[in-house]
């Protein structure tokens, strides 16, 4: 079964930035596609960015110019460059992937933007 260890989350001011990472492991990294997904309070979850084996990339609205996604195969890691952070930003975080099925979710990484 897939294995995600998320981490970088912390506590940052608006207009600050953070990196998340996500170590993935029982998967063939290379071939496989990649997103993160985050879940604020009362809020449903929702997939924030996605990055193909190519490493072609796509992006929710709410986070477009400010969040980019990458890949480092060599390492099984995938990356969440956060820029420009928003209280809106505010959420836990999820590494996923639509690859396979047999997986679940890590514990998260929780991100807390101050105003």
């Known amino acids: 079964q897939v294995q995600f260890v998320e981490s970088g989350g912390g506590l940052a001011q608006a207009g600050g930035s953070l990196r998340l990472s996500c170590v993935v492991s029982?998967?063939?990294?290379?071939?496989?596609?990649f997103g993160w997904y985050r879940q604020a309070p009362g809020k449903q979850r929702e997939l924030v960015a996605r990055?193909?084996?190519?490493?072609?990339?796509n992006y929710d609205d709410s986070v477009k110019g400010r969040f980019t996604i990458s890949r480092d195969n060599a390492r099984n890691t995938v990356y969440l460059q956060m820029n420009n952070l928003k209280s809106e930003d505010t959420a836990a975080y999820y590494c996923?992937?639509?690859?396979?099925?047999?997986?679940?979710w890590g514990r998260g990484t929780q991100v807390t933007v101050s105003s």
């Open positions: 996923y992937t639509p690859s396979t099925s047999a997986w679940r």
């Open positions: 029982e998967i063939t990294f290379s071939t496989s596609a």
């Open positions: 990055i193909s084996p190519g490493g072609s990339t």
